[in-house]
């Protein structure tokens, strides 16, 4: 939570005006920097990332020798790499719709991606309330697909508009990533994204939204090509932007996108966000017709944005340090917009306010150039380091900067601390005179993280098993390089910023050598969970030991550790305390310290039965509170009370009462023996005399054997001789025998002294091996019998594993019913089987248990990560996801001078032998079924051509291979024309598969001979 300055700070915010917007997290890709990481490096380290162009690069573009050479040809330009590639696998793109997409969505589509995932918030699953607002440049992709007119006809306007429009740019967003708040698209030329900052800002203060991304992007295309100066024209003559300086001459367009994430200060601070910097107050205006023409800035317009700016933050211009200016570095546009900010700031202290421009690192963004301002300006802000702006020698001299408050930042410089925060400004002005401005803030001083000793789970997922090995090599390069992290918030923004992909691996590390040492591990491969999709979600059984599983102080270590295991090991132990005049906790966990504790064998039954329930009841409780709600149960023995009161059938006050008693019972009884057997209980049973029974069928090659000690240990003489393997176990009594018959009728009345109620969670029946009904749950009879006949642990097991995709999680210290259920000669039922405890008492009891969590997690099972953590941590940036881009591009036409944009009777690919590309098919739940007859077979090229994909499955669901409603309709137009049959639209939405399809079609149309 926040501390107390920092609340204070809020109500006074709350109480002089609107509640600040805090930046929790931010994505882009500028020239020469694929992310935002690289960007402040390039900044803090004075880099111009404007490229210069080889001829090679040139002529990739169609420009000649005969252009470039020409001495007024700038070969500069601001580009970013890789423009032609994307994941549309992740987002589940078909690749032919990617190939038409505009570049500008799919690069803001994975920014939007990279910045919830930045501020720790999975994109996927924060879609409540959640707006977009956003531009871009006008699309000149469109250039490249109009030079295929085949093609455009093909595709149609309204296709190829989806993923072209403008308008579209936002509400992609928001169905890719299920957002639900304002999704609006924005062009306002030069200051489209501070625009869209600002409009993101009043959603969040007029509550329309909770959480808001804003940004721009603006790629051109061309993409590798220079320009011709021109005296007087907007571009420089040497490709270089020099803001404010004498020798400015223009600047160099460039292509780049940035995101932001918003959210008010309070719910930031509450939600335990990493803010970048807050924006204290923002407006826009327009310039109107008060300038000397339609693309002429306006010093008025400026200044009085920036003033109205000024009174929304209510700040006072004395207390801004720095200007992030629009900065262009024409002559005429500097000097107006220095004489705006000027009359709008006032007079004030001499070089208090440094001036400066990102162009003239990268060039001018376009559509995303206020995102570039503002991005550098939180980052300056957090690193309280003012990047230096380049090129600057000598003002300007339109300029008049000795004696005002401004001045140029040349140098790279430390952000001095101040009587009040530091505070900045950011301009955007865009031609035609929409003008933006915003006043940062740094964030409020947050409290630091405690780095806490306990264990904590790294949790790491991909779509592929490369991808995974990326997530994790760039996880272990991020901690490396940033050791002061705090491994626990590390832990938090992993569970709860990251959304969990079909390729898992987790661990569970002791501190930050740890970690980084099992990222490296798993980096190369070591330990990697393969792909947990499945056509059915997992679900997780409870497996229940009976007695013979228990040991001295089973569960120490969780009862210091986990205050649940703790709780309930205490409930447990103040219900038993009268019962057997004992402290259960005493006994299993200190140090024997009177002689109540000294002598006692936790192996007696009078002891060991109710340790065993209690343990087991405790650490249910635990997996529970983890998310591991059992779907079903089994107990052997002993172990299906723990079923029964976690199923409600008795309280646990009422099973451990019972318990207790047959514990006590036992005592007035018969000592006995019991032997396990490597043979089944059937081909046993005939060789059993009076004084021997069957007590429990374990496996198909395993049972256990009950009767009096002498006739035990002749029984087993006897099978050694015939080289059969046996073991006697450690019991005091002949359990499930004819000597235990003694303790049913006073066990029965017992019984009938409580209320049983039905299951509310199924469990198999001990005495009959299948699922137990409600009639025997809540007979008292049917538990007085329990004691007596043979445990069905086999057939129960078998009955339990027809469930598809069930994962077994033995609840019980020893891992006994684990062994059973991996058992050799079940080896057919392939069972996953887990073990809550770790078989022996140890210092690394709770590594173990988390252990086998994250192993539940890496087979798909999903888990209350708040719940793991016991405490809240902060969010922290972390390396995003690794996206595996492939080439989606559609090149112009060769030849062609300009685009075609009327012909319309050539096929697909006849003006340039145009061929798509095909990308592999997806991971999907349901494995790939080959086309068993032709007319599958032609269905499926269809998909196949439709889909650019390489192989479709005759199972795969059409939308889920990234098919849509536009695409529906002309996939069925497709059938109809190659086929010659009708398919109703609605039966590919309610059938969407090649096997349904086949169907539909033979069906109807039974004259059908074709196929």
Request: hydrophobic letters at 40%; aromatic letters at 8%.
């Amino acid at each position: 939570m926040p501390d107390n300055e920092t609340l204070d700070q809020i109500f006074a915010w709350n109480g002089s005006g609107s509640e600040p917007i805090a930046i929790v997290g931010m994505a882009g890709r500028f020239p020469m920097a694929k992310n935002v990481r690289e960007f402040w490096i390039k900044l803090y380290n004075a880099e111009d990332c404007i490229s210069r162009l080889s001829p090679e690069q040139l002529e990739s573009e169609g420009i000649g020798s005969d252009v470039y050479e020409d001495p007024d040809y700038v070969a500069a330009a601001a580009v970013l790499e890789n423009v032609e590639q994307f994941d549309a696998e992740f987002f589940g793109i078909p690749p032919r719709e990617a190939e038409l997409m505009d570049p500008q969505h799919r690069v803001f589509l994975e920014c939007c991606w990279e910045a919830l995932e930045d501020a720790g918030y999975d994109p996927r699953s924060c879609g409540n309330a959640m707006g977009v607002f956003a531009g871009a440049r006008t699309d000149t992709y469109l250039l490249n697909i109009f030079s295929h007119p085949g093609l455009v006809q093909a595709v149609g306007p309204v296709h190829l508009g989806l993923g072209n429009d403008l308008a579209f740019l936002t509400s992609r967003v928001s169905h890719f990533l299920n957002l639900t708040g304002p999704a609006v698209s924005i062009q306002t030329a030069c200051s489209t994204s501070l625009v869209a900052v600002h409009l993101a800002c009043e959603s969040l203060k007029k509550q329309q939204c909770n959480v808001a991304l804003a940004g721009g992007v603006a790629i051109s295309v061309p993409h590798y090509v220079g320009y011709r100066y021109e005296e007087g024209s907007l571009q420089s003559p040497d490709g270089r932007c020099r803001a404010f300086d004498a020798a400015a001459r223009g600047m160099v367009f460039g292509n780049g996108a940035g995101t932001v994430v918003l959210k008010r200060l309070g719910d930031a601070l509450a939600s335990h966000d990493s803010i970048y910097a807050v924006i204290r107050g923002s407006a826009i205006n327009n310039d109107g017709s008060d300038k000397a023409s339609f693309t002429t800035p306006s010093a008025q317009g400026q200044m009085n944005v920036i003033r109205e700016a000024l009174r929304v933050a209510d700040v006072s211009p004395d207390t801004i340090g720095y200007v992030e200016c629009h900065g262009t570095g024409t002559p005429l546009g500097d000097a107006i917009e220095v004489r705006a900010l000027m009359k709008a700031f006032g007079k004030g202290a001499p070089g208090s306010c440094a001036i400066g421009s990102v162009k003239t690192n990268v060039g001018h963004l376009d559509a995303a150039a206020g995102m570039s301002g503002l991005i550098k300006t939180a980052l300056s802000l957090r690193y309280q380091t003012i990047p230096a702006s380049l090129y600057y020698e000598k003002p300007n001299p339109q300029i008049t900067l000795q004696g005002t408050r401004f001045y140029v930042n040349s140098v790279t410089s430390r952000w001095k601390e101040a009587s009040t925060p530091r505070r900045a400004g950011v301009s955007a002005f865009g031609v035609g005179g929409t003008n933006a401005h915003l006043i940062l803030e740094e964030a409020p001083p947050l409290p630091s993280s405690v780095e806490k000793e306990a264990l904590q789970i790294l949790p790491l997922s991909a779509r592929s098993e490369e991808a995974l090995h990326r997530v994790c090599g760039n996880l272990a390069e991020h901690l490396r390089n940033l050791p002061q992290l705090n491994l626990s918030d590390v832990a938090f923004t992993l569970q709860e910023g990251r959304h969990p992909f079909g390729f898992r691996h987790a661990l569970v590390c002791s501190g930050m050598n740890d970690a980084i040492t099992a990222l490296d591990s798993a980096n190369n491969g070591v330990g990697v969970s393969q792909n947990c999709w499945a056509a059915t979600s997992p679900v997780v059984s409870f497996l229940f030991p009976g007695q013979g599983a228990q040991y001295p102080g089973m569960g120490r270590d969780l009862y210091v550790k986990e205050p649940i295991f703790r709780r309930h090991i205490r409930q447990c132990s103040d219900i038993l305390s009268p019962l057997l005049d004992v402290d259960l906790v005493a006994v299993l966990y200190e140090t024997p310290s009177s002689e109540s504790t000294h002598d006692i064998d936790v192996g007696e039954p009078w002891i060991a039965q109710p340790a065993l329930l209690a343990v087991e009841y405790a650490l249910a409780k635990l997996w529970i509170s983890w998310g591991i709600e059992p779907e079903s149960m089994f107990g052997h023995s002993l172990g299906e009370y723990a079923a029964a009161a976690l199923a409600e059938v008795m309280s646990i006050e009422e099973a451990l009462r019972l318990i207790a008693i047959r514990g006590q019972l036992m005592r007035q009884i018969l000592p006995g023996a019991m032997l396990a057997v490597s043979r089944s209980g059937a081909s046993i049973s005939p060789r059993l005399t009076d004084e021997l029974a069957v007590a429990a069928f374990n496996a198909p090659d395993l049972c256990t054997i009950a009767g009096t000690p002498d006739a035990i240990r002749a029984f087993g003489t006897e099978l050694k001789a015939e080289g059969i393997a046996c073991q006697p176990l450690r019991a005091s009594h002949a359990f499930h025998s004819s000597l235990v018959e003694p303790a049913i009728e006073p066990f029965l009345s017992e019984l009938r002294k409580i209320r049983l109620n039905p299951p509310r969670i199924p469990f198999i029946s001990g005495v009959t091996g299948t699922w137990i009904q409600k009639d025997e749950a809540q007979s008292p009879e049917y538990w007085s019998r329990q004691m007596r006949l043979p445990v069905q642990f086999d057939a129960g097991l078998t009955e339990l594993l027809r469930g598809e995709n069930r994962m077994l999680l033995d609840i019980g210290p020893g891992q006994t019913l684990r062994g059973l259920a991996l058992h050799k000669d079940r080896a057919r039922e392939d069972p996953q089987v887990f073990a809550a405890m770790p078989p022996s008492i140890g210092p690394s009891e709770q590594r173990s248990v988390l252990t086998v969590l994250t192993q539940l997690w890496e087979v798909g099972v999903s888990l209350k990560w708040s719940r793991v953590r016991q405490s809240e941590a902060q969010r922290i940036s972390l390396p995003t996801y690794p996206f595996e881009r492939k080439r989606f591009w559609i090149d112009r036409a060769k030849g062609l001078t300009r685009p075609n944009l009327t012909s319309s009777d050539q096929p697909l690919d006849a003006s340039s032998n145009l061929r798509f590309s095909k990308v592999p098919r997806p991971n999907l739940r349901n494995v790939y079924v080959a086309p068993r007859n032709d007319l599958e077979t032609t269905l499926a090229g269809i998909w196949e051509e439709f889909l650019g994909l390489d192989l479709v499955g005759i199972n795969d669901d059409f939308f889920e291979l990234g098919g849509h409603s536009l695409l529906a309709t002309k996939l069925v137009a497709e059938v109809r024309s190659r086929i010659g049959v009708e398919l109703p639209l609605a039966k590919l939405f309610e059938e969407p598969t090649i096997t349904q399809m086949a169907e539909t079609i033979l069906v109807s149309n039974t004259g059908f001979a074709k196929y």
